[in-house]
């Protein structure tokens, strides 16, 4: 096993003025340079960096930092998180290599050691709680039902409130502690009293909570758990926390990001445009994760009924065939982007390889797009498979421009297009898939 020391000095002030250094001991450490990152802009630029030595050693300096979570990245390793407290003059990290395994000891910092040992198995058993009391306020259940939740609210309370006791009594005023403390949900009152203390504190305006993951699981389980049943009052839900939060740009811009990947995420493709027309409009850039931000432009630019964007792509036989060219052929198009390299599109391959000899002469073609960089592993794959739909790429990968006017982050995506060339559905899975070609079809 092979160990490398990391010791990172927080030299505090009443500035937060703060200077980090480190060694990595016994270990030649592989980047030239190391750069460190802002917890709240973690897709933007550093906020500091520093060259490591021949020796291993390395220095932050001439930065003020504000308290809370910072990422430590260098290009060969698995990012660093650690908080940056103000009270603590010192942070010191032991990092053991074992194999391709980056393993973490925290050796002082009684706030990294906090958050290290409880931050991210306390928010697990407080969204688990959470959970278990959506369930018993909402869900109709039987006797046997009824017994297990409230055995699942037991144990997941008395382990809950056990590891706290531990936390704050062990690590107490670190900003861990004041974390799990805001996340732990009251269990003893009806949820209108829940729902109305829930933003009591207005903890996601704080711009310390800003800059630790604690405002992604408060918007979360509100999302989730404050909705009425079955979410029905989602959208008031919503307007809760965009209407608190536009009190502060920053809490506005991250509670926008948060709310739109809540909603990206269980495909409502309504809400998404109900929120960027209500308090989004032109301004996608306040959206601060880059994929995130270019599938919300996606759904919002390509929804149903818009026109899909045209482009000549080269087909597998060499020939440059545009979009619009192939689509009037088909009553039904399902536009894929796939790649020969993706272990997901691999395993849905032969469903969607079903699905087109299922409806391929009742009008439904596949115009599939790879993103493949090597022409042998892309012809490999086609003469494989025996791939007789429309094969294309430019074997530009990502870099390719029909990803941007697709706004596609994954693969696979779908697109149903018709002959008209109308985007008619746009499926994020097989199951979709499968359900909106039968009903355009059968």
Request: charged residues 25%; aromatic residues 12%.
């Amino acid at each position: 096993m092979k160990r490398f020391l990391l010791i990172i000095l927080i030299l505090g002030s009443e500035t937060y003025s703060q200077v980090f250094h480190g060694t990595f001991a016994d270990y030649r450490h592989p980047d030239k340079k190391l750069y460190l990152y802002d917890f709240i802009d973690l897709a933007g630029y550093s906020v500091d960096s520093c060259r490591v030595n021949p020796q291993g050693k390395f220095s932050f300096t001439g930065r003020d930092y504000a308290p809370g979570l910072y990422q430590l990245r260098g290009a060969d390793i698995r990012p660093l998180y650690f908080i940056l407290n103000p009270q603590e003059d010192e942070v010191e990290v032991e990092i053991s290599k074992n194999g391709n395994k980056q393993e973490v000891l925290i050796l002082k910092s009684k706030e990294n050691q906090a958050y290290q040992k409880y931050f991210h198995d306390l928010t697990r058993a407080c969204s688990d709680l959470e959970k278990e009391i959506y369930i018993k306020t909402f869900h109709n259940l039987d006797s046997a039902a009824a017994k297990i939740n409230e055995t699942n609210l037991s144990n997941i309370k008395r382990y809950l409130f056990k590891r706290f006791s531990d936390l704050e009594s062990t690590y107490p005023g670190t900003i861990t502690h004041q974390i799990i403390k805001q996340l732990i949900p009251e269990t003893d009152v009806s949820y209108n009293v829940r729902l109305a203390n829930y933003f009591k504190n207005r903890t996601i305006l704080d711009v310390t909570y800003l800059r630790t993951p604690m405002v992604y699981h408060k918007v979360d389980t509100y999302l989730k758990y404050y909705s009425g049943a079955n979410r029905v009052d989602l959208d008031f839900s919503i307007d809760d926390i965009l209407l608190m939060a536009s009190e502060s740009d920053l809490s506005f811009n991250k509670c926008v990001t948060l709310v739109l990947g809540y909603l990206d995420s269980v495909n409502d493709t309504k809400r998404i445009e109900f929120v960027v027309d209500k308090y989004v409009g032109e301004e996608l850039n306040i959206i601060d994760n880059p994929q995130l931000r270019m599938s919300i432009e996606g759904r919002y630019k390509l929804k149903i009924g818009a026109t899909a964007p045209n482009i000549s792509v080269p087909n597998h036989k060499g020939e440059t065939i545009a979009l619009h060219t192939l689509f009037k052929k088909s009553k039904v198009n399902l536009l894929m982007f796939w790649a020969s390299t993706c272990p997901h599109c691999m395993k849905e391959l032969p469903k969607i390889i079903k699905l087109y000899n299922k409806y391929h002469t009742s009008g439904f073609n596949v115009v599939a797009i790879s993103l493949d960089r090597s022409d042998s592993d892309w012809r490999n794959a086609i003469r494989h498979w025996d791939l007789e739909w429309e094969n294309l790429s430019d074997l530009k990968g990502w870099d390719s421009r029909s990803t941007d006017l697709y706004f596609t982050t994954i693969t696979p995506s779908f697109y149903l297009v018709d002959d008209d060339h109308k985007i008619i559905g746009r499926p994020i899975n097989i199951s979709q898939l499968n359900y909106q070609v039968a009903k355009l079809l059968d």
